[in-house]
């Protein structure tokens, strides 16, 4: 619906016109009526017309001066005028405002009614096209960032568009990019736990990508998620220099690390050199590549610059040419003999790094042998590798699995710690000397929680070799025996103090009071509250 703006000196003809005219019939909601030009402008201000009628000859201010004036607050504003002269200059200056039409006094109200049809027709056509203009700008700005992320990678990965800048300049500038000036790049490759799926995955990225956003000046840096599980990080600058790109690799490592510690990945940082011109870039997104690659040699939690990734040739020079497998039959003796020590680990991981073949493959089928290796001497004394520590299989899929040397390194050098401290013991027949130091920990611990796992770490035994032992000494679980140990604590102190019941489950290792009445009660017949009415 319209709004109307009378603008008539005659009194007869101006209340003619806004009282007998059936202005809502035609879809004009609102009619306001002003005295001269001065008026007229005055309402207007206030009124925002989307329609003026107007007189072309008034004392004050004419219509046209007045239409001049309202065209600066409502560009959108129709004119329509009127006069009694038929003069030709009336008719240009009326047309220099872009006056809709022109009425001939005596205005004929059907003549009138038409052009006011005709008019609020054309005002719906203007708005209808107005709304879907702002819808289609609306939705661009939308997905501007989605827009931009999609055309900078699918330029930086794929190279495409390189032979063409002058048209890459083009849709950069269309999507708001300036692709001019000086550029580094960061690749953000994200790692989350195996049994993630692909929704927790998203879920990650997203809120690594909104922490990086809200970090980096929107005005130098692009921040955008790329295919897989990788976030890149455009830094661009039309200054040469190295200080602000220097800050902002600074603030986002360490938005990253602090991120992590709450959200469960582990990271891998590549950059780039500093490029200096468009061209370069897919370039630079492959130094980012091999930066963080590197992943593989020094492990997660790693800010690498493609500038440090050449290799040093001091490795083959320190390390002599060793036969990998040679260097295998040596650890696996040393730990069959309980004399196993990471450093002989060490020593493999440095043969196997000068191995003149060596890619991340050759790494893991160099591990699967030896461990294949170890079994097989295991077997041979009599013993067996899943019993001292893991199965072999589980072994071999957790190498298969891993993406870092570090991580291969650290899970190996476990294994044969394990089986090295069995070996050990066995030849001092030290499994008496074991079980009694688990049984002092349990009777001085109790209070607190006590997992195999952490039992496991405190004498240097397997969680599943430690199970076994202790149910073959003492004829019953370590946790059957823990529990035992908690309830007849816990009887003690419903006999002989006044604490409360949940009190007691606390000071006996039961932080869940109602777990604490369950595990009494399976094994009491009776609960807490029961037991000390019985004993009261």
């Known amino acids: 619906m319209a709004k109307l703006l009378i603008v008539e000196d005659n009194d007869f003809e101006r209340n003619a016109m806004q009282h007998y005219i059936d202005w809502d019939i035609m879809g004009i909601r609102q009619v306001e009526a002003a005295f001269n030009g001065l008026d007229g402008l005055e309402k207007a201000t206030t009124f925002m017309p989307d329609i003026i009628i107007s007189d072309v000859m008034m004392p004050g201010m004419n219509g046209i001066e007045m239409a001049k004036n309202i065209m600066r607050l409502c560009p959108h504003a129709k004119f329509i005028f009127s006069s009694g002269h038929e003069d030709v200059r009336l008719l240009q200056e009326a047309m220099e405002v872009r006056a809709y039409h022109y009425l001939i006094k005596p205005i004929k109200q059907e003549e009138l009614i038409s052009v006011i049809k005709k008019t609020t027709s054309i005002l719906i056509d203007e708005k209808l ?59 953000i490759e994200l790692d989350v736990d195996g049994d993630t799926d692909v929704f927790q995955l998203s879920d990650v990225l997203q809120v690594v990508l909104h922490k990086l956003e809200s970090a980096c000046s929107p005005k130098h840096v692009y921040v955008f998620k790329s295919s897989g599980n990788c976030i890149i990080v455009l830094l661009h600058s039309l200054v040469k220099g190295e ?35 468009v061209e370069e870039l897919p370039n630079a997104y492959r130094q980012s590549r091999v930066a963080a690659s590197r992943k593989i040699k020094l492990g997660y939690g790693q800010l690498v610059h493609f500038s440090a990734c050449q290799e040093p040739h001091s490795d083959a020079l320190e390390t002599e040419q060793q036969d990998p497998k040679a260097a295998i039959a040596q650890l696996i003796d040393a730990a069959m003999k309980g004399e196993y020590s990471e450093a002989d680990l060490d020593r493999l991981v440095q043969v196997m790094r000068v191995d003149p073949r060596r890619n991340w493959a050759r790494f893991q089928s160099l591990f699967i042998l030896l461990i294949s290796n170890l079994a097989m001497q295991l077997a041979g004394a009599g013993e067996s590798l899943g019993r001292i520590a893991e199965e072999e299989r589980e072994i071999y899929e957790h190498i298969l699995n891993a993406k870092t040397i570090p991580d291969v390194t650290q899970y190996t050098n476990n294994i044969f710690t394990s089986i090295s401290s069995y070996m050990e013991r066995k030849k001092r027949n030290k499994d008496d000397y074991i079980i009694n130091e688990i049984l002092t920990i349990l009777n001085q611990d109790y209070r607190h929680p006590i997992t195999l796992i952490s039992l496991s770490e405190r004498v240097y035994l397997s969680p599943n070799y430690l199970r076994i032992l202790f149910k073959e000494k003492m004829k019953i679980s370590i ?58």
């Open 129 to 187: 096209t107005s709304i879907a203009h702002n819808k289609i700008i609306e939705q661009f700005h939308d997905n501007l960032r989605y827009l931009q992320s999609r055309f900078l990678e699918d330029f930086l990965v794929s190279g495409k568009n390189t032979h063409d800048m002058k048209s890459l300049i083009v849709q950069a500038r269309d999507l708001q990019l300036n692709m001019v000036g000086m550029y580094k790049l960061a690749l």
């Open 243 to 277: 200080e602000e790109g220097a800050r902002t690799i600074d603030d986002i490592d360490r938005e990253i690390r602090l991120l992590s510690e709450t959200v469960n990945y582990k990271f891998t940082i590549g950059v780039s050199d500093l490029v200096a011109n």
């Open 479 to 536: 946790q059957e025996y823990l529990t035992n140990l908690r309830l007849n604590k816990a009887k003690e102190l419903l006999r002989q103090t006044r604490y409360k019941i949940h009190e007691i489950g606390e000071m006996v290792g039961y932080e869940n009071s109602t777990y604490f009445n369950i595990v009494f009660k399976n094994y009491m017949k009776m609960t807490p509250g029961e037991y000390r009415s019985k004993f009261k």
